[in-house]
């Protein structure tokens, strides 16, 4: 199991692929003009698609859900109460987050929702660490 630390590494790297990710799908930057846009000020971006879209959500998703769990995982360090069941938590929350991103570009409402609740679960536990 990872430590609280190397998860918050390992979460801001993700959410920082997402961003990456969404960010090129948006700006087409494979096809004509992608390249320029990717350097401008993208002021003329063309439509997104629907994958495009998906990608924005999720890593706009990703971001909220990363300043909680940042906020949780230091408090949790700074009350002395790192425990076990926080690592697990922030371990449950990291592995459901990345396996969330896939479903969610694929589209797959119900299951992506599952998992998303799988990752409060995490932050919830880590939570817990603070009062049990």
Not at 46 to 73: F, Q
Not at 76 to 91: C, E
Request: hydrophobic share 55%; charged share 15%; proline share 5%.
């Amino acid at each position: 199991m990872m430590s609280n630390s190397t998860i918050l590494v390992l979460s801001a790297l993700l959410t920082w692929l997402m961003l990456c990710t969404s960010s090129g799908l948006r700006i087409q930057a494979r096809k004509p003009g992608g390249i320029d846009r990717a350097f401008g000020n993208r002021d003329d971006l063309p439509e997104p698609t629907p994958l495009a879209g998906r990608a924005d959500r999720a890593a706009r998703n990703m971001v909220e859900n990363l300043a909680m769990v940042i906020a949780l995982v230091a408090a949790v360090h700074f009350a002395g109460r790192a425990d076990a069941q926080s690592t697990l938590g922030a371990n449950i929350f990291f592995w459901a987050r990345l396996a969330f991103w896939p479903c969610y570009l694929a589209g797959i409402p119900y299951l992506r929702t599952a998992i998303w609740l799988v990752s409060l679960i995490g932050m919830a536990m880590i939570a817990a660490a603070l009062f049990w």
